[in-house]
């Protein structure tokens, strides 16, 4: 958050909301330095809202519907996500997308990347940058992608998310 607000200082960008800032900033898939602290800002207040004590579980709902429609079913979801995290060379992000029909999406970021900079309304993520899992598991990713998706994700602030993703259709 510093070294952002030291890096929009005295600039046009000084007053903006942060996705204001990580649009302007996103330059066109050539992100500046300022990009990647505000997105990386972004990224992880909306990571660590996806996650609750005592969380995983399934969804229930609609967002439960939407899942089985978008992906016939939630073990097939939760592959889909797992895959996108596990497969995410180096650092970076799973997330699921909702567009405003309500069908869902996996996909996967790089390093400080972020979905809405290309229009799309993320309503979970998982962090893949070693720094979330080394002190737990080490070098096993997978076994931290496992323990976000059985015991970390907060449907509720998920389910809130994918309502006003919806909202407008």
Do not use: C
Not at 91 to 104: M, N, T
Not at 136 to 155: A, E, G, S
């Amino acid at each position: 958050v510093d070294n952002m607000n030291k890096g929009i200082a005295g600039t046009n960008l000084e007053g903006k909301t942060l996705e204001e800032v990580i649009l302007a900033s996103w330059n066109n898939g050539n992100p500046t330095p300022v990009f990647n602290n505000a997105a990386q800002v972004w990224n992880h207040t909306f990571f660590w809202e996806s996650m609750k004590p005592n969380g995983g579980g399934q969804p229930t709902n609609k967002l439960a519907d939407a899942v089985n429609s978008s992906f016939g079913s939630f073990d097939e979801w939760k592959k889909q996500f797992a895959n996108a995290g596990a497969t995410q060379f180096g650092s970076g992000w799973a997330w699921l997308i909702a567009d405003k029909s309500g069908k869902l999406t996996v996909e996967k970021t790089p390093n400080a990347v972020t979905p809405i900079v290309e229009g799309k309304t993320p309503i979970l993520t998982m962090d893949v940058w070693e720094h979330a899992y080394y002190l737990d598991v080490q070098n096993r990713r997978p076994d931290y992608i496992n323990t976000f998706i059985d015991k970390l994700i907060n449907w509720d602030n998920v389910a809130k998310r994918y309502e006003a993703a919806t909202a407008a259709a």
